[in-house]
């Protein structure tokens, strides 16, 4: 809907988070908006047997699983063998998409695809927990595994964000970061 509004030649990004991460989150967050999360004890209940707790259709469940896919506006359910188009399609209407465990690099390769000087980017922590939550490794594999399309997305953007590290160049891009930081 955006694209029909917006000049042809604008430059879309967005930002992605690992659903490992992002799935305990929105655990929390979501919980009094997802009959999913809501019903289930914790976050652990629910990984335990997410089926037991999610009914897709269910208003507000959208945020109980895939949630970045959703958002992209992607189709779900998605036939495994046509995932790769859809993302290959995706690439091509986001040119940079930022990652939230690497927000220091993705703000200096959008400051240069954007054409930007160095001092037109600054960043500042806000809006971030103290004391982020403590996920097991078997919790993260199973919020992976429960977000399977989120996964396939994120993996997908990861590579191809660090791609474009590559072209910019890992040193140049590590001491841009340094003077971000600085």
Known sequence: QVQKVMPNDSFYFSIVRDPGTLGASAFSYFRSAAPAFRNSPSLDAFLASPSRFFRPGIRGNHYARNLQWFDFGLPDPAAPEKI???????????PLVLLAENFDESLVLLRDE???PRDAVDAFPHNSRDRPQKLTPSQIRRLRAWNSLDWALYSHLNRSFWK???????SRLRDEVSELRR
């Open 164 to 170: 474009k590290a590559e072209k910019f160049g890992i």
């Open 84 to 94: 790769p188009g859809i993302l290959e399609e995706l690439d091509r209407v986001f």
């Open 114 to 116: 954007l054409c930007w």
